[in-house]
């Protein structure tokens, strides 16, 4: 659905996007993230078409963005996160007039329309001023104007600003289900939500993509070792020695707890090794409370890519 090939965009002060290739399958739900500053913004508005890129290429269901820009725009609908509305316009009024400029008239406009009205939960507020709305249903009517032509891909900036989290978990949702029938871009902070939605992250670090893969894949390319967590009751000493005499664990704290109990945090080569934590407990006799591995999050991981590759300008 999207393909990007060694674009570059060039301003006079500074480089914003630096020679940037990847591709997003149709159908999928790809999470584009990166601090502020990185490219984000940038790569966003050149796939739309909105800013022309220095070099490089994209097409977008096959259509060039540079030499066929009407075809790309056809086929995208574009969610800002600062949407521009006219706030002296009711909400079907507004969207009749977007839907007429994207070329949805007679019958299909009508019927069309009422869909996002649904799917945005606008229904009960078409005759409403939009000015009058609060942020978070002028969010929606936005979200109801990147639908209204039916576009193969969907690029969201920041979908949920502005919604409390009831409407956060709605939009959650119908992202999910837009991504039957679309392709979707979603730019974000709220890390928590690409978690819940995105088959795919890709992130941007000073105009440059230095991640791309599952959220699975990147936490095990990044945390190569496990962290576990164990409570026991038994002398620290005695605990420390007979952990320190396992091959591939190694111990990163160890303290006491009230009632003689015993917490340790253990690097260890893979979680497999609770196994033998466990049957170490039960061969030295101690009550066991407590034998996890410590999940990694998203934000973990996006910190240390960031980090890693000089952060943000």
Known sequence: MIKVSGVTKRYPARL????????????????????????????????????????????VAGY????????????????????PLYPEMRVDEYLRFRADLKGVKGSARKAKINEVKEQCGLTEVGRRIIGQLSKGYRQRVGLADSLVHDPELLILDEPTVGLDPYQIRQVRELIKQLSEKH???????????????????????EGKIVAADTEANLHRKLHAC????????????E??????????MDIRNCSELDQGWIWVEIEADSSEMRVELFNLAVTEGWPLRELSEQEHSLEDTFVQITRNTGGAQ
């Open 183 to 205: 392709t979707i871009l979603l730019c974000t902070h709220i890390l928590p939500e690409v978690e819940a939605i995105c088959e795919r992250i890709l992130i941007i670090n």
């Open 16 to 59: 914003a996007v630096d020679d940037i290739s990847f591709e997003v399958s149709r159908g999928e739900i790809l999470g584009f993230l990166g601090p502020n500053g990185a490219g984000k913004t940038t790569t966003m508005r050149m796939l739309t078409g909105y800013l022309p890129m220095s070099s490089g290429t994209i097409e």
């Open 239 to 248: 605990v420390r020695a007979k952990i320190d005499a396992v091959e591939g």
């Open 64 to 83: 060039d963005v540079a030499t066929q820009p009407q075809e790309v725009r056809r086929r995208i609908g574009y969610l800002p996160e600062n949407c």
């Open 226 to 237: 496990a962290v576990i967590e164990m409570e026991v009751k038994a002398g620290q000493e």
